[in-house]
Nanobody, 126 residues
Framework: QVRLVESGGRLVQDGGSLILSCVASGGTFASYALGWFRQAPGKEREFVASIARTTGLTSYADSVKGRFTISRDNAKYTVYLRMNSLKPDDTGVYYC???????????????????WGQGTQVTVSS
């Protein structure tokens, strides 16, 4: 059973940068598609970015394209989210997610993921 633990969230100023990490334990990490989602106060959880299991193909929400980069290090069982040019609208709890799949495409639909971390808080001050 894969367990996911996020870290790296903190308070940052408008225009700042952060790198979130999500370390997995258990399972065969390379066989999992991975994603980042976020939930702002009073809003539904939304897709941020995802990365495929073997091809490294990525997908991003329009709101973060050009600012955020998702990457994975299979040897370290870790997925990263590098966030640049942060805005107050990026504030929220960020979750990483994983799903075992044979697909070579990134998984963007929240309900396809069956493994979730506990979340890490990102706050962007204006």
């Amino acid at each position: 059973q894969v367990r996911l633990v996020e870290s790296g969230g903190r308070l940052v100023q408008d225009g700042g940068s952060l790198i979130l990490s999500c370390v997995a334990s258990g399972g065969t990490f390379a066989s999992y598609a991975l994603g980042w989602f976020r939930q702002a106060p009073g809003k539904e959880r939304e897709f941020v970015a995802s990365i495929a299991r073997t091809t490294g193909l990525t997908s991003y929400a329009d709101s973060v394209k050009g600012r955020f980069t998702i990457s994975r290090d299979n040897a370290k069982y870790t997925v990263y989210l590098r966030m640049n040019s942060l805005k107050p609208d990026d504030t929220g709890v960020y979750y990483c997610a994983a799903v075992w799949t044979q697909s070579s495409n990134p998984v963007t639909w929240e309900y396809e993921y069956d493994k979730w971390g506990q979340g890490t808080q990102v706050t962007v001050s204006s």
